[in-house]
Nanobody, 123 residues
């Protein structure tokens, strides 16, 4: 049974940092493309970062240089380190898994399993 559970969200002042975690069960995340998405109030969900099973990363332009996606295979956990946070980063953050080893952009239809999200608020 595949499950993704996010944690680590919270409220932080602009310029601060947070690290989000996505604990996965039922499979090894190292075998799949994993991604982080976010959805701000009144906006569509957007891709933030992705990680292929070969370690290739991709970031949305809005977070490049500030966010880092990593994975601890021993803990079956995906992370999103967020630095220099801005008020426009305020959103619900979701992790997701694609049924394949390589990420093909941020189309939501490509990702088959989703967590319930963790809220990040930057003031």
């Amino acid at each position: 049974h595949v499950q993704l559970v996010e944690s680590g969200g919270g409220s932080v002042q602009a310029g601060g940092s947070l690290r989000l975690s996505c604990h996965t069960t039922g499979y090894s995340p190292s075998n799949y493309c994993m991604g982080w998405f976010r959805q701000a109030p009144g906006k569509s969900r957007e891709g933030v970062a992705s990680l292929d099973n070969d370690g290739t990363t991709n970031y949305a332009d809005s977070v490049k240089g500030r966010f880092t996606i990593t994975q601890d295979n021993a803990k079956n956990t995906l992370y999103l380190q967020m630095n220099s946070l801005k008020p426009e980063d305020t959103a619900m953050y979701y992790c997701a898994r694609r049924d394949g080893p390589y990420c093909l952009g941020y189309s939501e239809a490509e990702y088959h399993y989703w967590g319930l999200g963790t809220q990040v608020t930057v003031s």
